[in-house]
T-cell receptor
Framework: NAGVTQTPKFQVLKTGQSMTLQCAQD?????MSWYRQDPGMGLRLIHYSVGAGITDQGEVPNGYNVSRSTTEDFPLRLLSAAPSQTSVYFC????????????FGPGTRLLVL | RKEVEQDPGPFNVPEGATVAFNCTYSNSASQSFFWYRQDCRKEPKLLMSVYSSGNEDGRFTAQLNRASQYISLLIRDSKLSDSATYLC???????????FGKGTRLSVIA
């Protein structure tokens, strides 16, 4: 079992470029989420999903889109990257929203120039 | 009051020392409590869940005080490998996303 995988590990973008951060899990978890982590800010929730076809906004959703067409995959899209989106992005999953342990992917480090 | 508050540290302690971290939460309806550990440039990983009766896992003891709305983590006989950031995690109520504290940094020194 791979658990939670994220690709790419590192990415450099120019302002205005778009890209998709991939997250996949093989644990059959219904709940998936995206966080960003910045120095001094802790983990901030961007978007989350409680199952295929269902997504909701977290604390800092602006500039990001998500979709959940399958249980396994939860991609995060940056439509027009900005330097303020330079961060480390973590995908996390759990069996159930809010009450269960969350398992994190290894993260994607994004630099927007 | 912030939802989850932690002292950011750093806590610099010698090997073998006992160290304790506290974390306060603001929502009295919170039901789930966890401590996560995050090593430098790595993802957070569950250290232990926190139960109402308190729980212990080897050198680590977690306590919950619902009346005062805080949880604690005690590490006994600190090892160099315990150096990390410890995140306090709480849910708001029921089926809502977990809220992460900003973490407390621990450095164990030889």
């Amino acid at each position: 079992n791979a658990g939670v995988t994220q690709t790419p590990k590192f990415q450099v973008l120019k302002t205005g470029q778009s890209m998709t951060l991939q997250c996949a899990q093989d644990m059959n978890h219904e709940y998936m989420s995206w966080y960003r982590q910045d120095p001094g800010m802790g983990l901030r929730l961007i978007h989350y999903s409680v199952g295929a076809g269902i997504t909701d906004q977290g604390e800092v959703p602006n500039g990001y889109n998500v979709s959940r067409s399958t249980t396994e995959d939860f991609p995060l899209r940056l439509l027009s990257a900005a330097p303020s989106q330079t961060s480390v992005y973590f995908c996390a999953t759990s069996l159930q929203l809010g009450l269960e342990t969350q398992y994190f992917g290894p993260g994607t480090r994004l630099l927007v120039l | 009051r912030k939802e989850v508050e932690q002292d950011p540290g750093p806590f610099n302690v010698p090997e073998g020392a006992t160290v304790a971290f506290n974390c306060t939460y603001s929502n009295s309806a919170s039901q789930s409590f966890f401590w996560y550990r995050q090593d430098c440039r790595k993802e957070p990983k569950l250290l232990m869940s926190v139960y109402s009766s308190g729980n212990e896992d080897g050198r680590f003891t977690a306590q919950l005080n619902r009346a005062s709305q805080y949880i604690s983590l005690l590490i006994r006989d600190s090892k160099l490998s315990d150096s990390a950031t410890y995140l306090c995690v709480v849910n708001r109520a029921g089926n809502t996303p977990l809220v992460f504290g900003k973490g407390t940094r621990l450095s164990v020194i030889a």
